[in-house]
């Protein structure tokens, strides 16, 4: 019995050696300089921006002249050029985060699978104490002194036990600690990158417009009026394209980024972002078509293309009520009323350009209330362009950078299961919304 306890002695000194082991990171200076020479470097780069803002500004209030867009296109280049420096240090400074954060991690698990050996051994230990009865306890004792002390001592084991137990969850919750922090890291580091290849296209698209303009020569500069002409002319076509909106008439695109522009002052959403949502809402609606309710009691909706009928038209009890209060309170028909079909899993139901179910609209009514002084109506397209970045802001979207948008697009169209099922439709937002970006909306810049 004594050379069991003497090997809970020793156990107990290795696992409190594991267990207090709190591995300390000590940088070198020169970290702690880099740290501050890229601080710097960010903070030059970040005021040469603000400077070929001020140029670009200053140049396109300007008279249209060759050289005129000419200065513009240089001032649009070196800043997209800065933009590209200032991503590429913050990629330097990240990078090295992202090292630290997986050496603690690794560290934290290590320190985990340390305890937990030392913890498995003590309680195969314990539990070799545990086989031995009273009777054979106290007959392996010389003295009753001996049995009350290793009965202390094994007390003793038992505490250091329930502590090594507690470290051990405790080390665990800072590893998970760690984990978030190298997630937000990683993502920061992602949009860095997207940025980059944002402004090299930028870069790009405007020194072959300053190849343009510089190939048209002095005796050729009345042609540039031609190019002028051309600009306005793309620019008023832009304006006029039809920008398609679900469950509602088309409006021209002009007016659509007007409602968007106006919904990033109130929210801070991108607006080709919000275009990108609304334009993938237009697209499923065009694949899955839109429904009309025909039974006000169980919810069964009725395709308006093909005539086929849904059980799963509506949800019955959280939905059915609060859109039959809505469309009634804007003097529409429930029974005529447009809303979309079902996918293969869940209910449809939804509403107007932004797709939002009854619920969830139910939920944004006060806020919009307050915002048009008018009782919101989904089938609005002001009011729907408004109340998607509203909603995509509280899912994050203003924070800005792909990382942000992309999640925010995922759980707007799937919710709590983001994750796995609006991967692809997040995807196909932000590939909307870079095609709106460089063909709709930068040409319009400037004019």
Request: hydrophobic share 40%.
């Amino acid at each position: 019995m004594k050379k069991v306890f003497s090997h809970f002695f020793a156990l107990a000194m290795i696992l409190s050696f594991f267990v207090s082991f709190i591995p300390v990171q000590v940088f070198a200076e020169t970290v702690e300089e880099r740290e501050a020479r890229l601080k710097a470097e960010l903070a030059q780069v970040e005021k040469e921006i603000a400077q070929q803002q001020a140029i670009l500004q200053n140049k396109q209030r300007e008279t249209a002249s060759i050289e005129r867009d000419v200065a513009i296109l240089n001032a649009r280049i070196k800043e997209q050029q800065l933009k590209i420096q200032a991503r590429n240090i913050e990629i330097q400074r990240l990078g090295k985060d992202i090292t630290r954060k997986n050496e603690t991690i690794g560290e934290l698990n290590a320190k985990i699978d340390r305890s937990k050996e030392s913890l498995a051994q003590l309680i195969r230990k314990t539990n070799e104490i545990d086989d031995f009865s009273l009777v054979e306890v106290v007959l392996s004792n010389e003295n009753v002194s001996d049995f009350f002390t290793d009965l202390d001592s094994f007390e003793s084991i038992k505490l250091a036990m329930q502590s090594s137990f507690e470290e051990i969850r405790d080390t665990k919750n800072q590893a998970e600690v760690e984990k978030e922090l190298l997630s937000q890291k990683q993502n920061e580091e992602t949009d860095a990158k997207k940025a980059i290849e944002v402004e090299k296209q930028k870069v790009e698209a405007n020194e072959n417009e300053k190849k343009k303009l510089l190939s048209i020569n002095k005796e050729q500069e009345r042609a540039y009026e031609s190019v002028l002409a051309e600009r306005q002319r793309k620019a008023a076509e832009i304006r006029a394209a039809l920008f398609a909106l679900r469950d509602t008439s088309s409006i021209q695109f002009g007016q659509a980024l007007e409602y968007a522009n106006e919904a990033f002052q109130i929210t801070g959403v991108r607006p080709a972002f919000l275009l990108g949502i609304l334009k993938q809402e237009s697209n499923i609606g065009q694949n899955v078509g839109s429904c009309v309710i025909t039974d006000l009691e169980s919810g069964t909706t009725q395709s308006v293309n093909s005539g086929n009928s849904f059980a799963n038209g509506i949800h019955p009890t959280r939905d059915l009520p609060l859109l039959q209060t809505i469309v009634t309170t804007l003097g529409r028909d429930p029974a005529s009323t447009k809303v979309s079909c079902p996918l293969s899993v869940g209910y449809g139901g939804a509403m107007g350009p932004a797709q939002f179910i009854p619920s969830t609209w139910n939920a944004y009514i006060p806020r919009l209330q307050q915002t048009f002084g008018v009782y919101p109506d989904p089938w609005n397209p002001r009011h729907a362009f408004i109340a998607s970045a509203t909603f995509l802001a509280d899912l994050g979207a203003a924070r800005g950078g792909y990382s942000a948008e992309h999640e925010a697009a995922a759980r707007y169209y799937a919710g709590g299961n983001w994750a796995s099922l609006g991967q692809g439709y997040a995807n196909s937002v932000l590939n909307h919304a870079q095609t709106i970006q460089t063909t709709m909306i930068d040409p319009l810049q400037g004019l």
